[in-house]
């Protein structure tokens, strides 16, 4: 592994520990400065509302430490998380007030835990051994440190010595050590937990003066840098600031990344932090924010949730320690703007000053090939964008390392986005976050039996089996590699009217080859570009390609005949995903092209794709073996070419027309995508045709040729 950055361990041993507090996102030299900012910036003062009535509600209620007992979701849960919102909240409206009563709160409740925690065992409903004492995963206990310590540095200098050494020996060594010592197997992985875990314990040196705790926080239990802190940026960010989970995940390990090294800058700036692996930290902030699509919700790669957006408060910290500390541009205030608020502190106050003055410029998504892997060897993610933030198209292929055990066995997964919705969409992770019912707020098992499972993506299934047949340990090992990337100019600028990525993998099967490519192509006279997907797959034995197409909206047309299940359901399969498919239609196609068309709010796209004598149409719907109705039902359609030994995959979405129910018109509804042909094809070329607008458009890809890999004529 390539060493980034060098922190000597004599650097390490002598650097001495300021005593000053607060010290940490909001500091004592800039509390006067932050206090006529509240009165002077409209974000900021809103942001510090908020806040200081979260504090006085925390002030009206009795001082609540239940024992431990719920998961996820529940009242034990939901409390203890509570609390140490409460605290941060009371920190800042003390020291912005001076008002003790909130100082006093805080105390109380540090008290409150010192009391009792020495006599919690482990959490009843722990998910893994030996787990959590406050939460029913150790994740959450790191989050709760990450969170009460900021709170405590706050009223540091308003309790006094004795109670300080009381809390430290009572509660914050003992929290240490039950994450460094007892969960050390979490708190020296190489993962989001650990990022929380080697952050919070890191920060509570910072504060409680403990050198000690920073040196395992920033090199690992053994203090050689072969875990902690700085080997998680090291191993977990590839060169442009992709995260190896992915953009959900990012969004949320970003917020310990991000605070705790706010805290080394304050405290060790000759450690320059922000300038780790070349800016990296600020590299994965912009990285994260690009992964979204222009309904702000994060590109659904491996276990996302699809409700979550760059305004939760984990990106709030990002945005504004980015724009604030680390120097990022003017677009991040329109990123700040969109969020509605920012953190009470030393970045906040710069965030909401400069958009008070009018620095603001428009956050620009960018077209654009993210590396993956620590040395940017790791494939990637290709990200295709066409038209404005108002009226976006956008193409996302995965093409990156597996991700992890959160990642998803999807290589070369195709997700279309238009018209501000995901169109050809990808179902993220099944859990209902929160939801103590619903497998204790944790992912439900068919998190594993259908959203990680390749079926369940618009990629290609062989003989019905995931890839790396679904063992994330064995796609660890092996990456997709990109062929080529281009969206220099992006589509409607004078030049290229294309933007195209194309990359292969060659490890998922044993003795099977895919290599796809995926072109946003602006015909004359389109409004929106088309989505060409060119799939091939090379083998030198017989198999059944499925390739699905998961789609948002309702069917409206199809051009070809095709066979309904009206009165019984049966399943496609028994594992892989497809025991949780209903089959609700098939055929044979019968023609050169199929043709299907749904509608999805208020616009229409149609799918056309190339068939031959034995291309077969299979129309599903998600929920079978589903007892607990954890899945939603969403629907697909598979185009199928079974007993094949090569075989590529034409397909053309075309966005066209429009309804409108309000005003009861409808036009366009019918596809001017026809003639769809592959007229040469090989192992280093592939060319085809289709006739737009009555004009035919010829495509060549030659694989073997990165200076000419594609010409549109």
Not at 162 to 172: P, V
Not at 201 to 211: N, P, R, T
Request: proline fraction near 4%; charged fraction near 20%; hydrophobic fraction near 35%.
């Amino acid at each position: 592994m390539k060493k980034f950055f060098t922190i000597t361990a004599l650097g390490l041993g002598l650097f001495a520990i300021s005593q000053t507090h607060p010290s940490i996102m909001l500091t004592k030299k800039n509390i006067p400065a932050v206090k006529e900012g509240i009165a002077k910036y409209p974000l900021l003062k809103s942001s510090f509302k908020e806040v200081k009535a979260d504090a006085d509600k925390a002030l009206a209620a009795p001082i609540s430490v239940p024992t431990p007992a719920d998961a996820g979701g529940g009242i034990t849960h939901e409390q203890h998380k509570n609390n140490y919102k409460a605290v941060i909240a009371c920190g800042i409206a003390y020291q912005l007030t001076n008002n003790e009563h909130y100082a006093r709160y805080i105390k109380d409740m540090l008290f409150a835990y010192a009391k009792v925690y020495n006599t919690w065992g482990r959490h009843p409903k722990r998910k893994q051994e030996p787990g959590g004492k406050i939460f029913w995963q150790n994740l959450n206990d790191d989050v709760w440190l990450v969170y009460m310590i900021q709170g405590y540095d706050c009223v540091y200098d308003y309790i006094n010595a004795k109670d300080r050494k009381y809390l430290l020996d009572s509660l914050w060594t003992p929290v240490v050590n039950e994450q460094s010592v007892v969960n050390s197997k979490i708190f020296n992985l190489i993962h989001n937990h650990a990022t929380w875990s080697t952050a919070g314990v890191g920060m509570a040196g910072y504060v409680c003066g403990k050198k000690e705790w920073v040196d395992i926080a920033l090199r690992g239990s053994n203090k050689d840098g072969k875990t902690g802190f700085l080997k998680q940026i090291d191993d977990l960010f590839s060169p442009d600031g992709y995260y190896e989970e992915g953009p959900y995940y990012l969004r949320y390990a970003i917020q310990p990344f991000i605070i705790f090294a706010r805290a080394i800058q304050q405290y060790q700036p000759e450690l320059k932090i922000y300038e780790y692996r070349n800016h990296l930290l600020k590299k994965a902030v912009d990285c994260d924010l690009q992964c979204t699509y222009t309904n702000k919700v994060f590109f659904p790669i491996n276990d996302a949730l699809k409700d979550k957006t760059y305004e939760t408060e984990e990106l709030v910290y990002a945005v504004d320690i980015a724009y604030g500390d680390i120097g990022s541009g003017d677009d991040l205030l329109d990123i700040a703007q969109q969020q509605k608020r920012v953190i009470v502190s030393d970045a906040g106050l710069k965030v909401a000053k400069a958009i008070a003055e009018g620095k603001t410029k428009p956050f620009i998504y960018k077209p654009q090939f993210i590396t993956d892997g620590p040395d940017g060897k790791g494939g990637g993610v290709g990200i295709l964008r066409s038209g404005t933030n108002d009226n976006q198209t956008c193409a996302l292929m995965k093409a990156g390392t597996q991700g992890m055990g959160h990642g998803h066995f999807d290589r070369l997964n195709l997700i279309f986005f238009d018209n501000n919705v995901e169109v050809l969409s990808d179902y993220g992770a099944v859990r209902f976050l929160n939801v103590e019912t619903k497998t204790g707020g944790g992912y439900t098992k068919e998190n594993d039996t259908w959203a990680k499972a390749t079926v369940a993506h618009n990629t290609l299934v062989a003989d019905k089996t995931s890839h790396y047949k679904g063992n994330w340990e064995e796609a660890e090992k092996a990456t997709p590699s990109l062929i080529y990337f281009d969206a220099n100019l992006p589509t409607g600028q004078t030049g290229k009217n294309y933007q195209a990525v194309s990359s292969e993998e060659n490890n998922a099967y044993s003795n099977i080859k895919m290599l796809r490519t995926a072109i946003l192509f602006k015909p004359e006279g389109a409004e929106s570009p088309l989505l060409i997907d060119v799939f091939k797959v090379r083998s030198n034995t017989e198999h059944q390609y499925d390739l699905p197409f998961w789609y948002q909206g309702h069917l409206t047309n199809i051009n070809f005949k095709y066979k309904s299940n009206t009165n019984q359901l049966n399943t496609l399969g028994t594992k892989d995903g497809y025991q949780h498919i209903w089959l609700n239609a098939e055929t044979k196609v019968g023609k050169a092209n199929g043709a299907i068309t749904f509608l999805n709010n208020r616009k229409f796209y149609t799918t056309t794709f190339l068939a031959d004598d034995n291309t077969k149409v299979e129309f599903v719907t998600l929920g079978a073996n589903d007892p607990e109705f954890n899945l939603r039902s969403e629907k697909a359609f598979i185009i199928t070419q079974p007993n094949a030994t090569n075989h590529t995959f034409v397909n053309i979405t075309e966005p066209h027309g429009k309804n409108n129910p309000v005003a009861e018109f409808t036009v366009g509804f019918m596809p001017v995508t026809k003639n769809v042909k592959l007229i040469s094809d090989d192992d280093n070329s592939s060319t085809i045709s289709f006739d737009y607008n009555n004009k035919t458009y010829t495509i060549q890809l030659q694989y073997n040729n990165k200076q000419q890999f594609i010409t549109i004529k």
